[in-house]
C-alpha cells in the first residue's frame, strides 16, 4: 500500500467523522456560547463544593470516576457517539446510586454537618468578652488541675473552622465546661477518656474521639500523633496535652508548638490564641 493510499485512507475516515459528527467551526462556535460557558462554569462550581465536603470522607474517592464519566458523555455528544454517550450517561446514574446506598451514613453526616455549623455560628455571635474570659480562667485552671495531678488529657478547644467532623469520631454530649466533671472523666478509663474532649465556646460537645481517624488501634496523648496535629493545623483548633510524669502542659495550634508549657503561663497563651482578633 503506497504512502498516498495510506493518506488517503485517514483522508477519508476524518472526512466521514466530520460528515457524521457535523463538527465544523460553525457548529462549534454556536455550541460553545455565553450559555454554554455558564453552564460549565456552574458544573465547576458544584463540582468545587462536592469536593470541599466529601474530600475527608470515602466518597472523594468515587468523584474521579464520576468526572471522567462526566467528559466521556460531554465529548461523546460532540462528537455524535450516541451509543457511548448513552453508556456513560448510564454509569454516572449507577455511581450516584451506589454512592447513595453504600454512603448513605457519610452524606447524612455532611448535611447534619452544615446544620451543625449554622447553630455553632450563632453561638458564637452571642458569646460576649466577659464571657470568654471567663471560659479562658476557667479553661487554664482546669487544665492547670490536670498537669498538677499528673493525669493524661487531651482537649481540643474550636477557634475558627467548625468542628462537626470532629465530634462525629465521639461521643457527642451538650454539657457547660465543667472542670470537676473534665478532671472525672479522665481520672477514670473508659471510652470517654480514652480519646479528646471537644470544647465549642464554652460548651463540651464531644468526649473520646478520635479526631480524624476511625477506629485506630492506639491513640496516644502525643504531639507526634497525626491526628492531633492534623487537628490543629487542618482544623486551626487548639489542642492541650498534660501527659503522666509532668506537670507541664503541650499546646498546639496550626504549626504553633508550645511544649513543656508551665501551668503559670498557661492562661496568657490561651487568650493569645482564643481572643485574637
Request: aromatic residues 6%; hydrophobic residues 50%.
Amino acid at each position: 500500500m503506497s504512502s498516498e493510499a495510506i493518506q488517503g485512507y485517514f483522508v477519508d475516515g476524518y472526512g466521514l467523522l466530520l460528515e457524521h459528527a457535523q463538527l465544523s467551526i460553525a457548529n462549534l462556535a454556536s455550541v460553545f456560547n455565553l450559555v454554554t460557558i455558564l453552564d460549565i462554569l456552574l458544573v465547576l462550581g458544584i463540582v468545587s463544593w462536592l469536593w470541599l465536603k466529601i474530600r475527608h470522607t470515602a466518597l472523594a474517592r468515587g468523584l474521579p470516576n464520576f468526572i471522567v464519566l462526566l467528559l466521556l458523555f460531554v465529548i461523546s455528544k460532540m462528537l455524535g457517539l450516541v451509543a457511548i454517550s448513552i453508556l456513560s450517561l448510564a454509569l454516572m446514574v449507577v455511581l450516584l446510586v451506589a454512592a447513595i446506598l453504600i454512603y448513605s451514613s457519610d452524606l447524612q453526616k455532611i448535611v447534619e454537618g452544615a446544620f451543625i455549623s449554622q447553630r455553632a455560628v450563632g453561638r458564637i455571635k452571642t458569646l460576649s468578652d466577659a464571657d470568654a474570659n471567663e471560659f479562658i480562667r476557667e479553661l487554664s485552671d482546669t487544665v492547670g488541675a490536670l498537669a498538677k495531678l499528673q493525669i493524661p488529657s487531651l482537649l481540643v478547644v474550636r477557634v475558627t473552622k467548625p468542628v462537626s467532623r470532629l465530634i462525629e469520631q465521639g461521643m457527642p454530649l451538650q454539657a457547660p465546661f465543667n472542670r470537676d466533671f473534665v478532671i472525672d472523666t479522665f481520672s477514670h478509663r473508659s471510652k470517654l477518656s480514652a480519646g479528646a474532649m471537644i470544647v465549642d465556646r464554652g460548651l463540651i460537645v464531644a468526649a473520646g474521639s478520635t479526631l480524624t481517624v476511625t477506629s485506630p488501634k492506639r491513640f496516644p496523648f502525643s504531639l507526634d500523633n497525626p491526628a492531633i496535629r492534623q487537628t490543629a493545623t487542618h482544623w486551626e483548633a487548639l489542642v492541650i496535652i498534660t501527659s503522666k510524669g509532668t506537670d507541664t502542659v503541650s499546646l498546639l495550634h496550626k504549626n504553633n508548638t508550645y511544649a513543656k508549657l508551665a501551668t503559670g503561663s498557661l492562661e496568657r497563651v490561651l487568650k493569645s490564641v482564643l481572643l485574637a482578633k
